[in-house]
């Protein structure tokens, strides 16, 4: 099981897996994204994957 949080709130994950196109990269697409992010500006992403949570990444939500 995937899950996805984008500062702080829990996003649903629509695929995680190989990319296709470039051995060893896996992708992560989730959404939509809750409207309650709207305007929040620079939050946390972080991706868990078989109980392991990712690093932090940093994106701005205008």
Do not use: K
């Not at 190989?18 to 060893?24: L, N």
């Not at 994957?49 to 940093?58: D, H, I, K, P």
């Amino acid at each position: 099981m995937v899950l996805a949080a984008i500062g702080g709130s829990e996003v649903p994950v629509l695929f995680a897996g190989p990319q296709g196109e470039f051995a060893g990269l896996d992708q992560v697409d989730v959404g939509p994204l809750p409207r309650s992010l709207a305007g929040r500006g620079e939050v946390n992403v972080v991706v868990t994957a078989a109980e392991t949570a990712s690093n932090a990444v940093t994106i701005v939500i205008e």
